[in-house]
Nanobody
Framework: QVQLVESGGGLVQAGGSLRLSCAASGSIFGINVMAWYRQAPGEQRELVATIASGGSTTYRDTVKGRFTISRDNAKNTVYLQMNSLKPEDTAVYYC???????????????WGQGTQVTVSS
C-alpha cells in the first residue's frame, strides 16, 4: 500500500503565507514527478506546480513568483510554499506522485486526500 498524507492547510488573510506538506509512505521503490493540484468549488481540478525527481519545476502562470514547490527525496515528501496569497487561491489542494512500488513495476499515480486552503479578503 502507498499513502500520501497532506498537512498545512488552513485559513489565512490575503497577503499571508502557508506551507503545505505531503509525505508518501508505504511500499515505495522510487518516485518520479510530484505535483500539487487544486480544486475550487464548482471548478475543475487544476495543476498548480510540478517537480521532477531531479528538481526541475513548472508552475501555472497565476502562481509564478508567489508559490514555490520543493521536495525532499530522502523523506519522500513534497512541499508547496505559498506566499502573497489571494482569495482566488482558495481551494482544496491535492498532492500527486508518480510512484514505482518495486524494481519491476511501472510508475502509477497516487493522490493525497486533500487539504483546504481558505484565503479571506
Amino acid at each position: 500500500q502507498v499513502q500520501l498524507v497532506e498537512s498545512g492547510g488552513g485559513l489565512v488573510q490575503a497577503g499571508g503565507s502557508l506551507r503545505l506538506s505531503c509525505a508518501a509512505s508505504g511500499s515505495i521503490f522510487g518516485i518520479n514527478v510530484m505535483a500539487w493540484y487544486r480544486q475550487a468549488p464548482g471548478e475543475q481540478r487544476e495543476l498548480v506546480a510540478t517537480i521532477a525527481s531531479g528538481g526541475s519545476t513548472t508552475y501555472r502562470d497565476t502562481v509564478k513568483g508567489r508559490f514555490t514547490i520543493s521536495r525532499d527525496n530522502a523523506k519522500n515528501t513534497v512541499y508547496l510554499q505559498m506566499n502573497s496569497l489571494k482569495p482566488e487561491d482558495t481551494a482544496v489542494y491535492y498532492c500527486y506522485a508518480d510512484i514505482r512500488r518495486n524494481r519491476g513495476a511501472s510508475f502509477y499515480g497516487y493522490w493525497g486526500q486533500g487539504t483546504q486552503v481558505t484565503v479571506s479578503s
